[in-house]
């Protein structure tokens, strides 16, 4: 069995700093990507940055600059440190794992329960 166990999430006025961390348990052999996407009020899921297993970056275009995605593999945690956030940074923050195994399972994507992240202006 495998889970995803989000934290760091909160309420920050705009131009503060938020941690995100997403630590994957279970019995783990691999993980292709790991990521995080965020859903605001009445809008589609969208990727904000996702890393891969060697390390390579992708965030989205608005975020660029400002958020920086890491990951540990020995921990199968990924983190999402967050600056000079903006109003439009507020929504909640879903974790995936994009192709993750370990013993007696394998998921294409796993996805993590959501943490809220509210920028005030």
């Known amino acids: 069995q495998v889970h995803l166990v989000e934290s760091g999430g909160g309420l920050v006025q705009a131009g503060g700093s938020l941690r995100l961390s997403c630590a994957a348990s279970g019995s783990i052999f691999s993980i292709d990507a790991m990521g995080w996407y965020r859903q605001a009020p009445g809008k589609q899921r969208e990727l904000v940055a996702d890393i891969t297993s060697f390390g390579r970056a992708n965030y989205a275009d608005s975020v660029k600059g400002r958020f920086t995605i890491s990951r540990d593999n020995a921990k199968s945690t990924v983190y999402l440190e967050m600056n000079s956030l903006k109003s439009e940074d507020t929504g909640v923050y879903y974790c995936?794992?994009?192709?993750?195994?370990?013993?007696?399972?394998?998921?294409?994507?796993?996805w993590g329960q959501g943490t809220q992240v509210t920028v005030s202006s």
């Open positions: 995936n794992c994009h192709r993750i195994a370990g013993r007696g399972f394998a998921f294409n994507d796993l």
